[in-house]
């Protein structure tokens, strides 16, 4: 009895605060690999992207530019996909 008690907190706990962290992800449906930069506060990263690749758990909210000088800022629930060259944030 005491075991399954244990048990039972321990799922309840799980669902109150054991919520899955969540980051931005990038999805590319191009034909073509990218080079994007991460900017985050003062910190700034390159991050290469290929061809119909994905990038999971970028960032948790920030800018996202592609080497053209577009840019998106993204939150953390946020995926950005890009499609013929275009940063597109998912609705």
């Not at 991050?47 to 993204?74: F, H, K, P, S, Y």
Request: proline content about 2%; aromatic content about 4%.
């Amino acid at each position: 009895m005491h075991k399954l008690l244990i048990t039972a907190t321990s799922i309840a706990v799980f669902f109150t605060f054991g919520k899955v962290a969540q980051a931005t992800d990038i999805l590319s449906h191009d034909i073509n690999p990218h080079i994007l930069t991460i900017i985050e506060g003062e910190t700034e990263r390159s991050v290469d992207l290929d061809a119909m690749g994905e990038l999971r758990d970028v960032c948790n909210g920030c800018t996202i530019a592609l080497e053209d000088g577009q840019t998106v800022t993204a939150k953390a629930t946020d995926t950005i996909t890009i499609i013929d060259g275009k940063l597109i944030p998912d609705e």
